[in-house]
């Protein structure tokens, strides 16, 4: 009520005297009021007003221990506006602090944040490169085997090897892309902080990646031997043309259980965090 009239403070240190003044005008009251008790013989003899020093000092003695009570629940009372006040500057400069402590987690959050998000990008684009290097994988073999059924009877079979051996280039390139990006991979989620469960799923899928990997680098090393450009018998290259039907296309599908399942769980760990960061700053604006 008093913070536009007097400075902080100067309420706090004339409270007192206020207070001695009040109750000196209250006493002055009383004694006026009472004027007539006192003046009154029979009155004054009956309540022993006589007794006393003066009318002042027979209120005063029947009333001190209420005048002390209420002096002491004035000063408590003030004490208690002082304490209250260094209280309220205290939980400030905590709260100044808890978010200076959040401003300087923040660039920490923003990386760990940023790390996490391109990990679980790399993740699902080599998905995508899995999905290619199967299907090159696959049309190569078809090749193979279109070429070994028809070999003997083929009018065409220079031309045919030669698109035969252009396929094989292609799944070699899409093999090594696809080696690449999960090496990109590995790097880029052992820097991540996501704690056990981001690791562990991350583990998943690079486990579930390579497996991949093994086996289309195994069919590679059958069908390098139809593939290499150099000249090669009849009989050698339908040996190696019935290797690479042999080869079980089964291993080239990545499953639920080894790559997309792990994969929603990353995604979840990477917004958990992002929301930890979002947080964390919200709370050093307010």
Same mark, same amino acid.
């Given at each position: ?42 009155? /004054? ?53 808890? +978010? ?35 299907? /090159? ?6 090749? /193979? ?19 035969? +051996? ?76 019935? /290797? ?43």
């Amino acid at each position: 009520m008093f913070k536009g009239i007097v400075r902080e403070g100067e309420l706090r240190r004339w409270a007192p005297w206020a207070g001695m003044v009040l109750l000196i005008l209250l006493a002055a009251a009383l004694e006026t009021s009472m004027e007539g008790v006192c003046w009154d013989k029979d009155t /004054a003899r009956a309540a022993k007003i006589d007794e006393a020093a003066g009318c002042f000092e027979f209120w005063f003695n029947r009333y001190q221990t209420l005048i002390g009570a209420l002096v002491t629940l004035v000063a408590a009372g003030i004490a208690w506006i002082g304490l209250k006040r260094q209280l309220e500057r205290a939980d400030e400069q905590i709260d100044v602090a808890r +978010r200076q402590g959040l401003i300087a987690l923040l660039p920490a959050l923003d990386q760990r944040a940023e790390n996490a998000t391109r990990v679980y990008s790399l993740a699902a684009a080599l998905g995508m490169n899995a999905i290619r290097t199967k299907e /090159a994988a696959r049309t190569t073999l078809q090749y /193979a085997f279109a070429l070994r059924q028809n070999f003997e009877s083929n009018t065409n079979l220079a031309a045919d090897i030669y698109v035969y +051996r252009h396929q094989v280039e292609r799944y070699r390139v899409e093999i090594s892309a696809f080696s690449e990006r999960i090496e990109q991979f590995t790097i880029e989620w052992h820097r991540g902080l996501f704690g056990p469960d981001g690791r562990y799923h991350c583990e998943k899928i690079w486990a579930s990646l390579t497996g991949v990997l093994d086996t289309h680098q195994d069919a590679m090393n059958k069908l390098s031997d139809t593939g290499s450009a150099l000249p090669r018998s009849d009989l050698e290259f339908m040996a190696a043309l019935d /290797a690479a039907a042999k080869i079980d296309q089964r291993g080239f599908i990545l499953s639920d259980l080894g790559f997309d399942i792990p994969l929603r769980g990353l995604e979840h760990t990477v917004v958990e965090i992002e929301r930890e960061r979002d947080r964390c700053r919200d709370a050093s604006r307010i």
